[in-house]
């Protein structure tokens, strides 16, 4: 039923042996089998919550890309009513990997913005797999000025592996577009609420997630660089990204400790996936708080941000 | 103990440990193989002078060769959390700071100067490629801040000599925060209408170019630098091509409109000098054809009586 991950094979060994027990239990249906169904349930479950209580950076960072994870998309349609998609950068091209547009949440008008990773091929493939090129930060930049002017706030999704690299990618300014998306994060005077739902991949994070609230998910990875990235350039091997990952304190607990970000929103035992609609909500509520608080009369949000980001690593 | 221990081995020993003299002091033209004699090398701002090939430049030189009568005055830096995150790879962090702290006599990759150009005050930034890549973590973050605020404060010019690999990933998502706390301060100096220069140069690539360095009033380019987002083997893994041989150079940049002007090393002084004193409405330098005379002079004898601080060229 789900996709698992290697660390979790005692909880796929137990719950493919419910699913076998009730197959049969279909046909027969006896009592000593439902009270070891019963049994077998209670055991996966507590197997889930021992195995999820203690992920290491490197389990989590497989969770945070795990492939039946709610993504982006699976948000708006959660949270956002109205959803209108808006388009285009006006300079050069439509990138799909940044899910843009205005819509309503819970009754307010809000700007979405958001990198896609896909959920099958077609999908992977039309969102060149959550890795934004420069027109999707321009895109962005383009949304968060429209906002501006009607005074809308702005949420954000990240989830993205890191901006993409490729050749033209590079001579369209990546660098720059980037640059300029965190620019203009940085100088929007209307709320700006950011939650990483899966992977923060860096740059191409950070141009979307500059923001007066940012949250993570309980599994949620935010780094400098791929741990695979990092040992490879460090350890010369990239089979010790588990290493990096535990070294580089990737996880929302390390970044809420090193404060860099605003709160954790607890997932479900067993991963955001096991349970979409309920991390989905959360997330909801948890937005709900931010925007109800950075609402207040005769805040200066744009001057509120820029100290907050100053703030950051002087008060560790 | 025998004659040859007391006498031969005395004449060895002090054969072998008189040798402090530098071991390179030819360096190589990485683009012609030419050698050149390092003193050669140093009195033309390190460029090679058959080839106009850049080398990469100490901080020292750099602004001793760019600042009015060789002279700058170091700002002194806050100090930073050392190694937030306790970090080792094959080495500890702390060893390897120290290390770097000890080859290059500086705390940090990035320096910050106050001098006048063409008798106009400026704040000058620059990065030590040969202290850790010249990367961007806590202290060179806190540099830029100061240093901007310090323009800020005494109504100056600010210049950035970018020379980076990136964001140091040592110091992790604390590294990444500073794309956005050095945006802040590049969008704080806009704010007070004072110009913004920035000098690329090899290489500028990564966090750094994601950031203040790619968010310059005007963008200079030394030649034949190094200048992207993502390194040239990420990129060619990515899309399996070979990418052509001037990818991601200066004029490879400037052709694709992402940089003002490529300027060789020895013009950097007037041509900033005199954009600087367009951009602010004042008359040019009293004699600049003097002044330009005057300063490549200066210049020329300033490291022929000076070492630079670093004693080595920097790696290629």
């Known amino acids: ?316 | 103990m025998n004659w040859i221990t007391n006498y031969v081995r005395p004449r060895i020993n002090s054969m072998f440990g008189k040798r402090d003299i530098p071991d390179n002091l030819w360096i190589k033209c990485p683009e012609t193989g030419e050698m050149v004699f390092h003193k050669e090398l140093e009195d033309n701002f390190w460029v090679i002078p058959s080839s106009g090939y850049h080398m990469k430049i100490p901080v020292d030189a750099r602004l001793k060769s760019f600042l009015d009568d060789q002279w700058y005055e170091r700002l002194k830096l806050p100090s930073v959390p050392q190694d937030p995150l306790k970090f080792r790879d094959v080495k500890r962090y702390t060893d390897r700071l120290k290390e770097y702290r000890n080859k290059t006599g500086l705390d940090d990759s990035v320096v910050v100067a106050l001098g006048s150009l063409e008798d106009l005050p400026v704040v000058v930034a620059c990065h030590d490629f040969t202290f850790m890549g010249g990367s961007l973590g806590m202290a060179a973050g806190e540099a830029i801040v100061t240093g901007i605020m310090k323009a800020i404060e005494f109504n100056r010019p600010f210049i950035m000599f970018a020379a980076s690999g990136g964001a140091r990933m040592q110091e992790g998502i604390l590294s990444l925060m500073q794309l956005p706390r050095t945006t802040a301060a590049v969008d704080m100096l806009r704010e007070k209408g004072l110009p913004y220069i920035v000098v690329l140069t090899n290489p500028t690539t990564g966090g750094v170019s994601a950031s203040y360095a790619m968010l310059g009033d005007i963008h200079i380019a030394e030649p034949g630098a190094v200048i992207g987002f993502a390194g040239k083997r990420v990129i060619e893994q990515t899309i399996r091509e070979k990418l052509p041989d001037d990818f991601q150079t200066a004029e490879y940049l400037k052709a694709h409109g992402m940089l003002d002007m490529v300027v060789p090393r020895h013009e950097l002084r007037p041509t900033i000098s005199r954009i600087l004193r367009i951009l602010l409405k004042m008359p040019p330098s009293a004699d600049r054809a003097a002044i330009e005379t005057d300063v490549q002079d200066d210049a020329a004898s300033a490291t022929t009586t000076e070492k630079p601080a670093a004693d080595q060229p920097a790696a290629a």
């Open chain 1, 1 to 316: 039923m789900y996709n698992y991950l290697d660390f979790e094979k005692p909880v796929a060994e137990l719950e493919t042996r419910i699913t076998e027990l009730k197959t049969t239990m279909g046909e027969t249906g006896s009592v000593d089998v439902k009270e070891e169904i019963a049994g077998l349930e209670t055991r996966a479950r507590d197997a889930l919550r021992e195995l999820y209580k203690s992920l290491t950076p490197w389990q989590k960072a497989q969770v945070a890309r795990h492939p039946d994870r709610p993504h982006c998309v699976d948000f708006v349609k959660g949270l956002i009513d109205d959803f209108t998609p808006l388009a285009g950068d006006r300079k050069f091209a439509e990138d799909e990997a940044v899910i843009s547009g205005f819509g309503r949440f819970r009754g307010q008008s809000v700007c979405i913005l958001g990198q896609e990773k896909g959920n099958d091929t077609e999908s992977r493939l039309k969102r060149n797999f959550g890795m934004a090129r420069p027109e999707g930060y321009r895109k962005a930049v383009r949304l968060i000025e429209l906002a501006e002017r009607f005074a809308i706030p702005v949420i954000t999704f990240v989830d993205t592996t890191g901006a993409y690299p490729g050749m033209g990618a590079e001579e369209r300014g990546q660098a720059e577009a980037i640059a300029r998306s965190t620019q203009a994060c940085l100088n929007l005077s209307t709320p700006l609420v950011s939650i990483v739902i899966g992977e923060g991949g860096s740059g191409g994070a950070i141009a979307l997630a500059t923001a007066n609230r940012v949250y993570m998910l309980e599994h949620a990875i935010y780094s400098v660089i791929s741990p695979e990235g990092a040992a490879s350039i460090l350890w010369h091997d990239s089979a010790r990204a588990k290493d990096a990952a535990t070294g580089m304190r990737i996880t929302a607990q390390d970044l809420s400790e090193l404060k860099v970000i605003d709160g954790v929103i607890p997932e479900p035992v067993g991963g955001a996936h096991r349970n979409p609609d309920q991390t989905i909500a959360r997330t909801g509520d948890q937005i709900d708080a931010a925007l109800r608080e950075l609402s207040g009369e005769g805040r200066d949000l744009k001057q509120e941000r820029r100290e907050k980001f100053l703030a950051i690593g002087r008060n560790i």
